[in-house]
Protein backbone atom coordinates (compact mmCIF):
# COMPACT_ATOMS: atom_id res chain seq x y z
CA UNK A 1 0.00 0.00 0.00
CA UNK A 2 1.01 3.79 -0.52
CA UNK A 3 1.23 6.40 2.06
CA UNK A 4 2.06 10.18 2.33
CA UNK A 5 2.42 11.56 5.74
CA UNK A 6 2.29 15.07 6.24
CA UNK A 7 2.91 15.44 10.24
CA UNK A 8 1.85 19.52 10.61
CA UNK A 9 -1.48 20.72 10.24
CA UNK A 10 -0.42 24.09 10.58
CA UNK A 11 3.22 26.01 10.22
CA UNK A 12 3.11 29.41 11.61
CA UNK A 13 6.23 31.61 10.40
CA UNK A 14 7.14 34.86 10.21
CA UNK A 15 7.83 36.97 6.91
CA UNK A 16 11.53 36.40 5.81
CA UNK A 17 11.95 33.07 7.60
CA UNK A 18 12.95 29.61 6.55
CA UNK A 19 10.20 27.35 5.71
CA UNK A 20 9.85 23.53 5.12
CA UNK A 21 6.86 21.26 4.92
CA UNK A 22 7.26 18.07 5.80
CA UNK A 23 5.91 14.85 3.62
CA UNK A 24 6.90 11.28 4.24
CA UNK A 25 6.04 8.47 2.36
CA UNK A 26 5.68 4.72 1.97
CA UNK A 27 6.25 2.90 -1.30
CA UNK A 28 7.69 0.05 -1.84
CA UNK A 29 8.96 0.66 -5.54
CA UNK A 30 10.01 3.92 -7.28
CA UNK A 31 7.51 7.16 -6.61
CA UNK A 32 6.90 9.88 -8.72
CA UNK A 33 6.44 12.87 -6.43
CA UNK A 34 4.45 16.02 -6.54
CA UNK A 35 3.39 19.05 -4.17
CA UNK A 36 0.22 20.74 -5.02
CA UNK A 37 -0.84 23.75 -3.26
CA UNK A 38 -4.16 25.91 -3.07
CA UNK A 39 -4.53 29.18 -2.30
CA UNK A 40 -7.39 31.27 -0.65
CA UNK A 41 -10.58 30.87 -2.77
CA UNK A 42 -8.43 29.25 -5.67
CA UNK A 43 -7.97 26.01 -7.29
CA UNK A 44 -5.43 22.91 -6.26
CA UNK A 45 -3.35 23.17 -8.54
CA UNK A 46 0.45 21.58 -9.00
CA UNK A 47 3.59 23.44 -7.36
CA UNK A 48 6.55 21.27 -8.41
CA UNK A 49 7.25 17.52 -9.13
CA UNK A 50 10.63 15.91 -8.37
CA UNK A 51 11.30 14.61 -11.72
CA UNK A 52 11.70 17.84 -12.70
CA UNK A 53 14.14 19.22 -10.07
CA UNK A 54 12.88 22.96 -10.96
CA UNK A 55 12.38 25.86 -8.50
CA UNK A 56 8.72 27.37 -8.24
CA UNK A 57 8.07 30.35 -6.34
CA UNK A 58 11.50 29.85 -4.53
CA UNK A 59 10.27 26.50 -3.61
CA UNK A 60 12.81 23.45 -3.78
CA UNK A 61 11.96 19.85 -2.71
CA UNK A 62 14.35 17.06 -2.76
CA UNK A 63 13.38 13.32 -2.86
CA UNK A 64 15.25 11.51 -0.02
CA UNK A 65 14.76 8.12 -0.83
CA UNK A 66 16.95 6.83 2.12
CA UNK A 67 14.93 8.21 4.53
CA UNK A 68 11.40 8.16 2.20
CA UNK A 69 10.93 12.21 2.13
CA UNK A 70 10.10 14.83 -0.31
CA UNK A 71 10.17 17.90 2.13
CA UNK A 72 9.14 20.87 0.57
CA UNK A 73 11.71 24.02 1.58
CA UNK A 74 12.32 27.89 0.63
CA UNK A 75 14.71 30.05 2.22
CA UNK A 76 13.23 33.08 2.52
CA UNK A 77 8.95 32.84 3.11
CA UNK A 78 6.44 35.73 1.87
CA UNK A 79 3.06 36.56 2.77
CA UNK A 80 1.80 35.45 -0.59
CA UNK A 81 2.98 31.71 0.58
CA UNK A 82 -0.18 31.44 2.43
CA UNK A 83 -2.25 28.43 1.22
CA UNK A 84 -3.04 24.82 2.09
CA UNK A 85 -0.01 22.48 0.45
CA UNK A 86 -0.30 18.55 -0.13
CA UNK A 87 1.95 16.10 -0.53
CA UNK A 88 1.41 13.49 -3.29
CA UNK A 89 2.44 10.16 -4.41
CA UNK A 90 1.88 8.23 -7.96
CA UNK A 91 3.09 4.78 -7.59
CA UNK A 92 2.10 2.12 -9.88
CA UNK A 93 3.19 2.61 -13.54
CA UNK A 94 0.34 3.29 -15.48
CA UNK A 95 -1.79 4.24 -12.65
CA UNK A 96 -2.05 7.51 -13.12
CA UNK A 97 -4.25 8.17 -9.53
CA UNK A 98 -2.78 10.20 -6.24
CA UNK A 99 -2.36 9.39 -3.25
CA UNK A 100 -2.23 13.12 -0.85
CA UNK A 101 -1.33 13.71 2.38
CA UNK A 102 -3.57 15.19 4.90
CA UNK A 103 -2.07 18.66 4.14
CA UNK A 104 -0.44 21.21 6.00
CA UNK A 105 -1.47 25.11 6.17
CA UNK A 106 1.28 27.56 5.89
CA UNK A 107 0.63 30.76 7.88
CA UNK A 108 3.22 33.48 6.47
CA UNK A 109 2.70 36.26 9.26
CA UNK A 110 3.90 40.31 8.61
CA UNK B 1 -9.97 26.44 -21.90
CA UNK B 2 -12.23 27.53 -18.67
CA UNK B 3 -10.44 25.00 -17.24
CA UNK B 4 -12.40 21.40 -15.01
CA UNK B 5 -15.48 22.59 -14.89
CA UNK B 6 -17.95 21.46 -12.06
CA UNK B 7 -21.54 21.63 -11.08
CA UNK B 8 -23.29 22.90 -8.55
CA UNK B 9 -20.34 24.37 -6.68
CA UNK B 10 -22.46 24.32 -3.69
CA UNK B 11 -25.26 21.71 -2.95
CA UNK B 12 -27.46 21.60 0.33
CA UNK B 13 -29.68 18.62 0.79
CA UNK B 14 -31.30 16.51 3.41
CA UNK B 15 -30.74 13.26 4.45
CA UNK B 16 -32.29 10.22 1.62
CA UNK B 17 -32.44 12.46 -0.91
CA UNK B 18 -30.91 11.43 -3.89
CA UNK B 19 -27.60 14.33 -5.07
CA UNK B 20 -25.61 14.35 -8.03
CA UNK B 21 -22.34 16.39 -9.35
CA UNK B 22 -21.44 16.75 -12.35
CA UNK B 23 -17.92 17.91 -13.78
CA UNK B 24 -16.48 18.48 -17.37
CA UNK B 25 -12.82 17.34 -18.29
CA UNK B 26 -10.72 19.74 -19.75
CA UNK B 27 -11.09 18.57 -23.65
CA UNK B 28 -8.63 16.52 -24.80
CA UNK B 29 -7.70 14.68 -21.41
CA UNK B 30 -8.34 11.13 -21.15
CA UNK B 31 -8.34 10.97 -17.47
CA UNK B 32 -10.92 11.97 -14.93
CA UNK B 33 -10.25 11.81 -11.38
CA UNK B 34 -13.38 12.40 -8.50
CA UNK B 35 -11.78 13.23 -5.28
CA UNK B 36 -13.41 13.87 -1.28
CA UNK B 37 -12.05 16.44 1.03
CA UNK B 38 -12.56 16.24 4.89
CA UNK B 39 -11.38 18.16 7.60
CA UNK B 40 -11.11 13.94 9.10
CA UNK B 41 -9.32 12.18 6.50
CA UNK B 42 -7.99 14.97 3.62
CA UNK B 43 -7.99 14.46 0.33
CA UNK B 44 -9.07 10.77 -0.79
CA UNK B 45 -9.59 8.91 -4.37
CA UNK B 46 -12.89 7.79 -5.00
CA UNK B 47 -12.45 6.32 -8.54
CA UNK B 48 -11.10 7.15 -11.73
CA UNK B 49 -11.59 6.22 -15.27
CA UNK B 50 -9.28 5.88 -17.91
CA UNK B 51 -10.41 6.48 -21.68
CA UNK B 52 -14.33 6.62 -19.85
CA UNK B 53 -13.77 3.33 -18.69
CA UNK B 54 -13.54 3.15 -14.50
CA UNK B 55 -9.85 2.01 -14.08
CA UNK B 56 -10.55 1.77 -10.18
CA UNK B 57 -12.97 2.83 -8.09
CA UNK B 58 -11.64 0.73 -4.48
CA UNK B 59 -12.23 4.42 -3.31
CA UNK B 60 -15.70 4.65 -3.41
CA UNK B 61 -17.26 4.43 -0.13
CA UNK B 62 -20.31 1.87 -0.35
CA UNK B 63 -22.90 1.38 -2.30
CA UNK B 64 -25.03 4.52 -2.01
CA UNK B 65 -21.72 6.15 -4.06
CA UNK B 66 -21.92 5.48 -8.08
CA UNK B 67 -20.11 7.53 -10.85
CA UNK B 68 -20.44 7.02 -14.68
CA UNK B 69 -18.63 9.24 -17.39
CA UNK B 70 -20.85 8.59 -20.67
CA UNK B 71 -18.16 10.27 -22.49
CA UNK B 72 -15.31 12.31 -22.69
CA UNK B 73 -16.73 15.36 -21.84
CA UNK B 74 -19.10 14.60 -18.90
CA UNK B 75 -19.01 12.90 -15.56
CA UNK B 76 -21.25 12.17 -13.20
CA UNK B 77 -20.93 10.91 -9.11
CA UNK B 78 -24.31 10.11 -7.22
CA UNK B 79 -25.15 9.45 -4.01
CA UNK B 80 -28.21 7.66 -3.14
CA UNK B 81 -29.38 8.17 -0.32
CA UNK B 82 -27.62 10.68 1.22
CA UNK B 83 -26.32 10.92 4.43
CA UNK B 84 -24.70 13.69 6.65
CA UNK B 85 -21.40 11.98 6.69
CA UNK B 86 -21.26 12.43 3.09
CA UNK B 87 -20.47 16.09 3.61
CA UNK B 88 -17.21 17.03 2.27
CA UNK B 89 -15.87 19.09 -1.01
CA UNK B 90 -15.72 16.97 -3.95
CA UNK B 91 -13.12 17.27 -6.46
CA UNK B 92 -12.97 16.57 -10.07
CA UNK B 93 -10.09 16.50 -11.78
CA UNK B 94 -8.53 15.59 -14.97
CA UNK B 95 -5.14 14.96 -17.21
CA UNK B 96 -3.80 13.76 -20.47
CA UNK B 97 -1.59 11.47 -22.06
CA UNK B 98 1.44 13.99 -21.81
CA UNK B 99 3.23 15.17 -18.81
CA UNK B 100 4.49 13.51 -15.47
CA UNK B 101 0.64 12.91 -14.13
CA UNK B 102 -0.21 16.62 -13.80
CA UNK B 103 -3.60 16.66 -13.06
CA UNK B 104 -5.77 19.88 -13.25
CA UNK B 105 -8.57 20.62 -10.38
CA UNK B 106 -11.70 21.95 -10.78
CA UNK B 107 -13.09 24.30 -8.06
CA UNK B 108 -15.22 21.61 -6.80
CA UNK B 109 -18.38 21.12 -5.21
CA UNK B 110 -19.55 21.95 -1.35
CA UNK B 111 -21.69 19.76 -0.35
CA UNK B 112 -23.50 19.97 2.86
CA UNK B 113 -26.43 16.98 3.83
CA UNK B 114 -28.41 17.96 6.63
Known amino acids: AQRVTQPEKLLSVFKGAPVELKCNYSYSGSPELFWYVQYSRQRLQLLLRHISRESIKGFTADLNKGETSFHLKKPFAQEEDSAMYYCALSGRTGRRALTFGSGTRLQVQP | DAGVIQSPRHEVTEMGQEVTLRCKPISGHNSLFWYRQTMMRGLELLIYFNNNVPIDDSGMPEDRFSAKMPNASFSTLKIQPSEPRDSAVYFC????????????FGPGTRLTVT
Open chain 2, 93 to 104: ASTGTSGAYEQY
